[in-house]
């Protein structure tokens, strides 16, 4: 028994369709086949994107990185350049040190004589008694601050 006796009993209707190809090239369709593949090629070149464009597209995740970058380190070096220990070490004078500000502005509150006499003075040296010490610092500071004072 040959291959098609065996179509024919499997598959009667399959053994009934011709055996020829159902595609074909349309007429003269290879005549003008050159000139219309270059004006597709030509097409293509118009409609893709120039030089700029594909520079913007590489250079586009990097900015935002770049941006991103900028924006964290100003939302963190704002305040801490706010608050840095020189600024609170200024803030928490204990008072033994006179500030800039402060020595300006008794400075300026002096007329001519008094502050040229403040030059011309030698520096004197006062003695005080302990017990003056002892009567002042209980009549101006507070235990509290003593103690906080002794911690220092």
């Known amino acids: 028994m040959g291959k098609m006796d065996e ?7 399959l053994s009934k369709i011709k055996k020829e190809i159902p595609f074909g ?4 369709y290879f005549d003008d086949f050159s ?6 090629i030509g097409a293509e070149r118009i409609t893709l ?12 995740p990097a900015l935002g990185l770049a941006a991103s970058f900028a924006l964290i380190f100003m939302l963190v070096y704002w305040p801490l ?4 220990p020189t600024e609170v070490a200024n803030s928490t004078n204990s008072g033994n040190e006179i500030t800039d500000s402060e020595y300006r502005s008794m400075v300026e509150g002096m007329d001519e004589n008094s502050f040229y006499t403040l030059l011309e003075e030698p520096a004197q040296t006062v003695q005080i008694s302990d017990d003056d010490l002892l009567n002042y610092l209980s009549a101006s500071v507070s235990d ?9």
Not at 7 to 13: N, V
Not at 81 to 84: A, G, H, K, L, P
């Open 35 to 40: 000139a219309r593949l270059q004006m597709k």
């Open 81 to 84: 350049n706010s608050f840095t």
């Open 49 to 60: 994107p120039n030089q700029q464009n594909r520079i913007i597209q590489f250079l586009k």
């Open 7 to 13: 179509l024919k009993e499997i598959a009667p209707k």
């Open 144 to 152: 509290y601050d003593i103690y906080m004072g002794t911690e220092n």
């Open 25 to 28: 090239v349309p007429e003269n």
